[in-house]
């Protein structure tokens, strides 16, 4: 009979908590934790898909500079070069695009895929951005197969002239002879 007296009394002062003004800053608070654990899951799906998903929207990239909103102000030579690389290829310079554009602040999926509209002054600056971009990274290809092609070459050539290393003489002895030659001669 006592614990059913002591249940009721903890329900009793339960029900009056829950409509006391304790109620409504405990209300505040989850309202806090749960927005709060609502942009963690955003921060962790977009780290998650920058980590993982970077190489993949290389189709996506070559549609929307073929058809997109920015396709007018794309350069042909952009739009071809970007044509002819072979899905391998688009996927790395895509991948690299990602990382890049990351780090200035743009979202390259949701661009592309027409979920962020930009202003037009807004995407004339996205577009010289990839446009400069890609264009360093085709440099800086064509410097990387320059280097293979010469580096083997130079490199061969003082392989056969190598002489083996001599031996030095010791600075101990050197120095240890010359500070005993020193007081003798003054």
Not at 78 to 91: C, I, M, P, T
């Amino acid at each position: 009979m006592e614990l059913i007296l002591i249940l009721l009394a903890v329900a009793l002062i339960g029900y009056l908590l829950a409509r006391s003004q304790y109620s409504k800053k405990v209300d505040n608070a989850t309202d806090q934790v749960v927005s709060t654990s609502k942009d963690l899951a955003g921060k962790t799906e977009d780290l998650w898909r920058k980590q993982f998903a970077k190489g993949k929207y290389a189709e996506g990239l070559r549609g929307w500079a073929a058809t997109g909103p920015a396709a007018n102000e794309l350069p042909e030579d952009f739009k071809a070069w970007l044509a002819g690389l072979s899905d391998k290829e688009a996927e790395a310079f895509t991948k690299q695009l990602f990382t890049y554009l990351s780090g200035l602040g743009y979202d390259l999926p949701k661009l592309i895929s027409g979920q962020i509209v930009l202003a037009p002054p807004q995407r004339q600056v996205f577009v010289e951005t990839i446009v400069v971009y890609s264009q360093a990274y085709r440099k800086a290809k064509e410097a990387r197969k320059e280097a293979e092609k010469t580096a083997p070459a130079d490199q061969a050539a003082p392989a056969d002239d190598k002489q083996p290393a001599e031996k030095s003489v010791s600075r101990r002895r050197g120095d240890s002879s010359e500070s005993s030659e020193a007081p003798a001669a003054a």
